[in-house]
Nanobody
Framework: DVQVVESGGGSVQAGGSLRLSCTVS????????LGWYRQFPGNECDLISI???????TYTDSAKGRFTISLDNAENALYLQMNSLKPEDTATYYC??????????????????????RGQGTQVTVSS
C-alpha cells in the first residue's frame, strides 16, 4: 500500500518559518510529479507548488518568493520550506504524489486533491 505522511506543521507567528516534510512508502518517485497544496477552512483548495518528474518547479503567486519545494529521491521525501508566513497561510497542507499514468501538463488544485496519492495533511496556523 502507498502511504503518504506529512509532518512539520504547527503554530507560528507572522513572519516565522516552517519546513513541511512528506515521506512516501510503497511507491517510488520515479516518473511522478509531486506537489503541495492546501485547504482553507471551508475546504477551498489552493495549489502551492509542483515539481515535475524532470525537475521543473512551479509556484503559484501566493507562494513565489516565500516557499521553496525540494525533493530527496534517496529518502523518498518531499519538502516545503515556508518563510515569511502570513495569517492567510493558515490551512491544512497536503503533499501529493501524481503517478506517471495520471500526470498532466498543467495542474489545478483539484487534480492534486483528486488524482494523486496524498496523506492526512498537516495543520499550519499563523497568528498575527
Amino acid at each position: 500500500d502507498v502511504q503518504v505522511v506529512e509532518s512539520g506543521g504547527g503554530s507560528v507567528q507572522a513572519g516565522g518559518s516552517l519546513r513541511l516534510s512528506c515521506t512516501v512508502s510503497g511507491f517510488t518517485f520515479e516518473d511522478s510529479d509531486l506537489g503541495w497544496y492546501r485547504q482553507f477552512p471551508g475546504n477551498e483548495c489552493d495549489l502551492i507548488s509542483i515539481i515535475t518528474a524532470d525537475g521543473a518547479t512551479t509556484y503559484t503567486d501566493s507562494a513565489k518568493g516565500r516557499f521553496t519545494i525540494s525533493l530527496d529521491n534517496a529518502e523518498n521525501a518531499l519538502y516545503l520550506q515556508m518563510n515569511s508566513l502570513k495569517p492567510e497561510d493558515t490551512a491544512t497542507y497536503y503533499c501529493a504524489v501524481v503517478p506517471f499514468y495520471r500526470r498532466r501538463k498543467n495542474y489545478e488544485c483539484a487534480h492534486l486533491r483528486d488524482l494523486a496519492y496524498r496523506g492526512q495533511g498537516t495543520q499550519v496556523t499563523v497568528s498575527s
